[in-house]
């Protein structure tokens, strides 16, 4: 009984060390890299450019997150040392009723993570912690996400016009 226990954890060794991992990417690249194999195993230039198409909103969605979230933390702290702390910061303010306040406002007003899209919001929402360990006010915080929120609107709206 123990020899053929032993075998067969032998077995499984081997099993393991013959496979090999191919595609490991970090979560948040996820559906990039899907797309970016059905853009290279599409079937047709109309699917190929339909994948294309997402992954290019999908990356624009990022870049503006990415954008929003500076120009928030920008509007919320009085210097530039002040705003690379924020940025660079890691708080743990993460369980405050304050925090939760407002990354559901940033939710509301500015992206919803839940679309596609705009995931990668959830890795930014450590800026809003980092904010309320500086003493940043929950009020000013949802000003800035307010001015922020109807600038995007209005460039989105001018680009659309064009």
């Known amino acids: 009984m123990v020899e053929?226990?032993?075998?067969?954890?032998?077995e499984k060794h081997r099993l393991i060390q013959?496979?090999?991992v191919q595609d490991v990417v970090a979560n948040k690249d996820a559906h990039i890299v899907i797309l970016q194999k059905k853009i290279q195993s599409a079937k047709t230039p109309e699917e190929k450019e339909r994948f294309e198409k997402q992954k290019f909103e999908l990356l624009q969605g990022r870049e503006m997150v990415i954008n929003s979230m500076r120009q928030i933390v920008t509007k919320c702290t009085d210097s530039a040392e002040v705003t690379e702390r924020v940025l660079h910061g890691k708080s743990r303010a993460y369980s405050s009723l304050e925090y939760k306040e407002v990354a559901e406002y940033y939710k509301e007003k500015c992206f919803d993570w839940h679309d596609t899209k705009y995931q990668s919001a959830m890795e930014h929402l450590y800026l809003f912690a980092?904010?309320?360990?500086?003493?940043?006010?929950?009020?000013r915080?949802?000003?800035a996400i307010d001015e922020v929120g109807v600038a995007m609107k209005a460039k989105k709206?001018?680009?659309m016009e064009q």
């Open 4 to 10: 053929n226990l032993s075998s067969t954890l032998q």
């Open 18 to 20: 013959v496979m090999e």
């Open 130 to 139: 980092n904010l309320l360990e500086e003493k940043v006010t929950v009020e």
């Open 141 to 143: 915080i949802k000003k």
């Open 157 to 159: 709206e001018e680009e």
